[in-house]
T-cell receptor
């Protein structure tokens, strides 16, 4: 069983489109995250939820909107996609907000053309 | 602010030992974590040091010196499959204590 699974793995779309990435964890963790990794491999946190509550909201364009229907799911919706949104997006989870070990999904490689 | 510095690239040969350093500047300190990421893969947790000293897990060890704001990851008996990027990370002070990441060290293991 995959611990943290996100879909799709690859996403190619045109500028201006709206797309969603889904994430689910079966570890029973309370905290989930979205990270963006650019071509230089810099990992930047975007959002974090703890028990469905938004606790970290970094400076990202408001075209990005996370949604956590329950603590096992954290989806990311992106409106009006731009070329600069091309990156790998990772979902992750941890037991709690202060936990030192995070478990990552396989990543979604988003390419905006 | 919080920052972690590590070398961008390291090259070594199979069977050798390599040390990847990480120096940090933090307003509060909650330990140092290490992650491995293969090309095209996801970061995976390797180790965590909350206190000074060496933590050993098989061929990999991690060291921390809080007085020097410094830690390292030691990889022994290098194998080709160890070629990957290695990230150090530390929790930020404050209520949310998000993980702050270094920029990663790309390790190339050559035959």
């Amino acid at each position: 069983d995959t611990a943290v699974s996100q879909t799709p793995k690859y996403l190619v779309t045109q500028m201006g489109n709206d797309k969603s990435i889904k994430c689910e964890q079966n570890l029973g963790h309370d905290t989930m995250y979205w990270y963006k990794q650019d071509s230089k491999k810099f990992l930047k946190i975007m959002f974090s939820y703890n028990n469905k509550e938004l606790i970290i909201n970094e400076t990202v364009p408001n075209r990005f909107s996370p949604k956590s229907p329950d603590k096992a799911h954290l989806n990311l919706h992106i409106n009006s996609l731009e070329l600069g949104d091309s990156a790998v997006y990772f979902c992750a989870s941890s037991q709690g907000t202060g936990d030192t070990e995070a478990f990552f999904g396989q990543g979604t490689r988003l390419t905006v053309v | 602010g919080q920052s972690l510095e590590q070398p961008s690239e390291v090259t070594a040969v199979e069977g050798a030992i390599v040390q990847i350093n990480c120096t940090y500047q933090t307003s509060g300190f909650y330990g140092l974590s290490w992650y491995q990421q293969h090309d095209g893969g996801a970061p995976t947790f390797l180790s965590y040091n909350a206190l000074d000293g060496l933590e050993e897990t098989g061929r990999f060890s991690s060291f921390l010196s809080r007085s020097d704001s410094y830690g390292y990851l030691l990889l022994q008996e290098l194998q080709m499959k160890d070629s990957a990027s290695y990230f150090c990370a530390s929790r930020e002070a404050g209520n949310n204590r998000k993980l702050i990441w270094g920029l990663g060290t790309s390790l190339a293991v050559n035959p």
